[in-house]
């Protein structure tokens, strides 16, 4: 069955970066674009940017141009996301989710979420 | 920015009853639109795309309908699973989200 598994909890300094891991199980990992979103306490979800595995290409959300990475690692089948400079604002748990279908920009399997933690 | 508006914020609802969500769009957002559910401690789950398409696996009882910038969801006999959170979400300019409906018992 489709398994999108994450890393762990994650409490940060401000200034400080993040780097958080999904790992993709019971697909081919190449055949959809892996997204990323958050939800703040008391916030809407937000999409933050993609990922193609099958050939890298991304795609971000402006609010987050420049302080966003979003790579893959074909060979584990797993997709990161780096977020920068982080401040308090940034507490909130973070999703990868996998796209429906072909840039449909739907999301079915989501990950278990993790959890990130900007305190001084 | 496409702001999605969702009404009631609350809905309190007995097993068996009719729910109907209401999501509003700031502007048309033709049928690229969604609902979600989302259980106290789980990720969001995709019920609805295109408006009105069951996602794979969703049971019937569940139904959405609209076009533009008014969108409906309805839970047509309430399961004890189904009290939840519900977002609804759109992809015709960007990807952005409503803030949600608490579908609680009554």
């Known amino acids: 069955q489709v398994q999108l598994v994450q890393s762990g909890a994650e409490v940060k300094k401000p200034g400080a970066s993040v780097k958080l891991s999904c790992k993709a199980s019971?697909?081919?990992?190449?055949?959809?674009?892996i997204h990323w979103l958050r939800q703040a306490p008391g916030q809407r979800l937000e999409w933050m940017g993609w990922?193609?595995?099958?050939?890298?290409?991304?795609r971000y959300s402006l609010k987050f141009q420049g302080r966003i990475t979003t790579t893959r690692d074909t060979s584990a089948s797993t997709a990161y996301m780096e977020l920068s400079s982080l401040r308090s604002e940034d507490t909130a748990i973070y999703y990868c989710?996998?796209?429906?279908?072909?840039?449909?920009?739907?999301?079915?399997?989501w990950g278990q979420g993790t959890l990130v933690t900007v305190s001084s | 920015e496409i702001v999605l508006t969702q009404s009631p914020a609350t809905l309190s609802l007995s097993p068996g009853e009719r729910a109907t969500l209401s999501c509003r769009a700031s502007?048309?957002?033709?049928?690229?639109f969604a609902w979600y559910q989302q259980r106290p401690g789980q990720a969001p789950r995709l019920l609805i795309y295109?408006?009105?398409n069951r996602a794979t696996g969703i049971p019937a009882r569940f139904s959405g309908s609209g076009s533009g910038t008014d969108f409906t969801l309805t839970i047509s006999s309430l399961e004890p699973e189904d009290f939840a959170v519900y977002y609804c979400?759109?992809?015709?300019?960007?990807?952005?989200f409503g803030q949600g409906t608490k579908l609680e018992i009554k």
């Open positions: 989710a996998r796209d429906y279908g072909d840039h449909l920009y739907y999301f079915d399997y």
């Open positions: 019971g697909y081919i990992f190449t055949t959809y674009i």
């Open positions: 990922v193609n595995p099958a050939n890298g290409n991304i």
């Open positions: 502007q048309s957002v033709g049928t690229y």
């Open positions: 295109d408006a009105s």
């Open positions: 979400q759109q992809r015709s300019n960007w990807y952005t």
